[in-house]
């Protein structure tokens, strides 16, 4: 997967089929559209681009309270890149950038900057200056582009959303949180020692307590401790660690 920083730079794509999001924890919700994005792009004889955004558009717009991350970018990146995802272009959204009206974000950015021929949206997705944009506009509008509106993916008839996978992440709740994800919770770290450290205060960890995880691919106990510090019982070579629950 290529990964791109901004729109200034960006090559020629061949027929995009494109998605945009912040698909913070790549779900079992996203999975779906991240799916089609690639079908449709394969159906072209294309390649498939996701837009994500850093940081968080709730960072920005002022509405982040307390809000914890599923993903850091480093995780996502890594989500994405196992799903087959061809090209991901990282949005720098910033006040200027949310004030775009969703035809300037269309015809400028998706259209102008890559040449989209087909998007791929969500039942919900809400996009442009206000979230004016949706699945009804862009069809009504037109914008020579295909657009396909992938309908709610539930998983055992619950809603699965960025938002409940947080809150059984908060309980504690693992493996439940990993059946909606549809993969387990990955965290990215640094160990020291026996310790591992998450850099990112975005990050949502478990609460404190034991818990069975998978470090670099083998098993193991794993103690978050009170202050989000991760310990096993072993001592680990320095340096970046993959840890799945
Ligand atoms: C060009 C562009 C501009 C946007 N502007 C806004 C905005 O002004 N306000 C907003 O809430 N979301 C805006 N969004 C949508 C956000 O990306 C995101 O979908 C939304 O903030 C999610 O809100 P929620 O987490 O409260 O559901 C914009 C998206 C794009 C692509
Ligand atoms: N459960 C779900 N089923 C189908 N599509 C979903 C689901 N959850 C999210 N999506 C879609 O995935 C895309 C990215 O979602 P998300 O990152 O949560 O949206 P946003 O960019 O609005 O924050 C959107 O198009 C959204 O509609």
Do not use: W
Not at 58 to 66: F, S
Not at 90 to 113: K, M, N, Q, T, Y
Not at 197 to 219: F, Q, S, T, W
């Amino acid at each position: 997967m290529r990964v791109f920083h901004g729109f200034e730079a960006l090559p020629h794509f061949t027929h995009p089929a494109v998605t945009v999001g912040s698909y913070d924890g790549v779900h079992s919700g996203h999975l779906k559209l991240l799916r089609t994005v690639t079908a449709a792009a394969r159906g072209q004889g294309g390649e498939s681009i996701v837009f994500t955004f850093e940081p968080h558009p709730r960072i920005t717009l002022g509405k982040a309270d307390g809000l914890r991350l599923l993903t850091t970018l480093d995780e996502k990146i890594c989500l994405l890149e196992r799903l087959g995802i061809d090209n991901l272009v990282i949005i720098p959204f910033d006040r200027a950038f949310s004030r775009l009206a969703p035809d300037e974000f269309v015809r400028d950015c998706l259209v102008g900057h890559t040449g989209a021929e087909t998007l791929v949206v969500g039942f919900n997705h809400r996009f442009g200056h206000n979230k004016q944009g949706s699945y009804d506009y862009l069809d009504s509008h037109g914008f020579g582009l295909r657009v396909i509106e992938v309908s709610e993916c539930d998983v055992d008839a619950e809603k699965v959303s960025s938002t409940v996978i947080r809150r059984l992440v908060e309980k504690g709740e693992m493996a439940r949180a990993a059946h909606l994800l549809s993969h387990p919770y990955l965290v990215i770290g640094r160990a020291q020692r026996n310790r591992i450290r998450v850099d990112d205060p975005l990050k949502l960890l478990p609460p404190p307590g034991e818990y069975d995880a998978h470090i670099n691919g083998k098993p193991a106990r794993l103690t978050v401790d009170a202050a989000q510090e991760l310990i096993t019982r072993d001592i680990l070579p320095e340096g970046r660690v993959v840890i799945t629950f």
